[in-house]
């Protein structure tokens, strides 16, 4: 096995011949990684989502030998962090680090994939699964991803199994394909609009006061007398009715200190 593509193309990884079955493992084969990679970069959710590789946290789950979280390690992801259980496995996936020399940017856990607890660390973004075929254990073990907060919304998942997963509400199918005897499921983690973003149809809320008028005064959205518009209809309103005529016959009042004008017989 070799890795396919990016910066680490063409480096040969430690050799597992057939697999270990006691193991569990079945490594996958570079066409299909190749083809998993083509589907993650180049397919339909790509033109509105971007390369979801780039700058990835990445978790493999079942690791095996390592070659999905290393292959996406060579395409531009930030850090991949390996879980598998086995012993063989975690002594394949250190032999392939080492040859990418990869330390500084992988961890490698060893532990139960479907018992995985409450996850401290910031979310990932991007997520292998490879489980043994047809056990039910890719279920159990996204199940338990999802409860103890390893999976970012919006993060894509990878799911190979010998069938179409059960895929439980929050994940979102975007594509499936079959390989051989290998079913390739992409999700997507479904998640809320980021707080503070707003919809690009959204129109803008007139209910507050402008940032682009005349500068306010001390009290908060408060306009200076000077700066006011005129009321266009109340003037047109006054213009409407035409000014009052006084009454010949009304007395006029008489201003102070001065005595009223005698009225006329």
Request: a positive charge; aromatic letters at 4%.
């Amino acid at each position: 096995m070799r890795i396919v593509a990016g910066r680490l193309r063409g480096l040969k990884l430690a050799e597992i011949g057939q697999g270990d079955a006691a193991a569990h493992l079945r490594p996958t084969t570079d066409r299909v990684r190749e083809a998993i990679f083509n589907l993650l970069v180049n397919g339909s959710h790509s033109a509105s989502h971007g390369n979801p590789v780039t700058d990835a946290r990445v978790l493999d789950l079942f690791a095996g030998s390592g070659a999905l979280g290393l292959e996406a390690l060579s395409r531009g992801a930030a850090q991949v962090d390996f879980v598998d259980d086995g012993a063989v496995a975690r002594a394949l996936i250190r032999a392939n680090v080492d040859r990418a020399r990869a330390q500084a940017v992988t961890a490698i856990r060893r532990g139960d994939a479907t018992r995985l607890g409450i996850h401290r660390g910031p979310p990932y973004t991007l997520v292998f699964l490879d489980p043994p075929y047809g056990k039910g254990l890719g279920e159990a073990a996204i199940a338990a991803a999802l409860a103890g907060g390893w999976i970012a919304p919006g993060a894509l998942v990878v799911w190979e199994e010998s069938r179409a997963p059960l895929l439980p509400a929050p994940l979102v199918r975007l594509d499936q394909r079959s390989y051989g005897d290998t079913v390739v499921t992409l999700a997507r983690m479904a998640g809320p609009v980021p707080a503070g973003a707003a919809p690009a149809d959204a129109t803008p809320s007139t209910s507050g006061p402008s940032t682009s008028g005349p500068p306010t005064s001390g009290r908060a959205g408060t306009t200076p007398p000077a700066a006011r518009p005129a009321d266009p209809t109340a003037a047109a309103g006054r213009r409407a009715h035409p000014p009052r005529t006084q009454d010949p016959a009304a007395r006029p009042s008489a201003g102070p200190g001065l005595p009223a004008p005698p009225r006329r017989r």
